[in-house]
């Protein structure tokens, strides 16, 4: 029954919980920039958007820094896989009746909120990033302070102007409040940055993160489909 | 009281097994589950049946042999109490009472509910102790240790090792289980020594005997009849941390 392990159970779990806040500290920075759509809704050019994403898309830093995202991303849903089949693996038949112990209800449905978050990943990364880079064809330039630059804003609008993306945008966004709402803690857990004293509040920081964050990105969709 | 029992019958580790329906009549609310289970297999006995094979040994909460998963909870229904100490008050006349084994790849079922749980022994065999060298015996309280961490570890000490916290969780995980054996010595400077070995041989034993990564669900520490808290989960994952980097 020997199945030595490349990698302890906890150090993948350091790995993940790593990744993992780092996604998040990525997704306030998102959420800074993606409200600035909201500004200029209805100008056509959008300039406050567009000059940030602009800045984004031809800093350097921020060029490297991208591959490290795409880096933390796929070891945080490598590693999640991997720890996911063996924790199937340690409970081959499962009981009739299940237990509900666990201390918040996202906890069961980390691989599930995780799946629908990637699935959601590829069609986001198609809907802005291959069109921004032209991979996929139709992005308009605009002229903002005498700099011409992708019409990004644009690309955005119209996409939540179809009432199909905007639903599954919303469901999406809302898996991934789920996802956080027990992985904050989860990560602080996992790294040992958790006691009595302080558990807690950490607890009550991850729901604060996991609304403002779901609540954060839903609401850009949402606004821009009623007010088409 | 009259009940309806629904009980997982396995006749052997590869045995199929399956859940059998008994019905038994007036049980007092004073009797303990085990008592209930012992006139159960009385009767069965009488009837020229095979009994019920469970666990159990001090049954007064101490031992941790006794398992059971009662309705869907280690242990039963009751906070903080062992299968032993649960009493059919507890229970409603005509209630259906579903009664199943551990279930964990790395605790093999034995016989009907008893499973083999040898792999907790392993995995204190690999770390889950203090070397010392035997002569005269030391004085009390020679070396002083803080009443905080003193009781700290006294709380990790109460684990029992019955195993509820693997049969609770979804990945049958037995992190609160090293956790609990890792920070009871952790905490006392006589385990300080040992304890970057120990933590690392713990938690790699844990993982090759097949048990699962925690999730930090805490359905562990709810079920867990000695009430082991998951921070001493958190103070395993600082001290493999710090083991990790530092040897
Ligand atoms: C924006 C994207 C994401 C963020 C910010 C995020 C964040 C987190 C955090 C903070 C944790 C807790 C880490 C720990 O305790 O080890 C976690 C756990 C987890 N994530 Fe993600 N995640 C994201 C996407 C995904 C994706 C795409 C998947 C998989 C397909 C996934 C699967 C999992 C799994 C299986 C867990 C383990 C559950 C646990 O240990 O509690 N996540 N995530
Ligand atoms: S039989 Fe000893 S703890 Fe239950």
Known sequence: MSNKRVYSSLTKKYVMSLMGLFLITFLFVHLGLNLSVLKDLGSGDYPTFNEAAHFMATNPFIQVFQWVLFAAFLIHIIFGLILQFQNWASRPKGYKVKGSAEENIFSQYMIHTGIVIFIFLVIHFVNFFMVSKGIIPGIQHVKINGEEMENLGKVIVDVFHNGYYVTFYVLALLLLGFHLDHGFQSAFQSLGLQNKKYGPFIKGLGHVVAIVLALGFIIIPLVIYFTK | MDLKLKIWRQNGPDDKGKFVDYEIKNISTDASFLEMLDILNNELIEKGEEPVAFDHDCREGICGMCSLYINGHPHGPDAATTTCQLHMRRFKDGDTIVVEPWRAKPFPIVKDLIVDRSAFDEIIQAGGYISVNTGGVPDANTIPINKGKADLAMDAAACIGCGACVAACKNASAMLFVSAKVSQFALLPQG?????????????????????????????????PKEISVTNIARMNREFFAAKVSS
């Open chain 2, 192 to 224: 300080r020594i040992e304890a970057k070995e120990r933590v690392k041989k713990m938690v790699a034993k844990m993982d090759e005997l097949g048990f699962g990564n925690c999730t930090n669900t805490y359905a562990c520490e709810a079920e867990c």
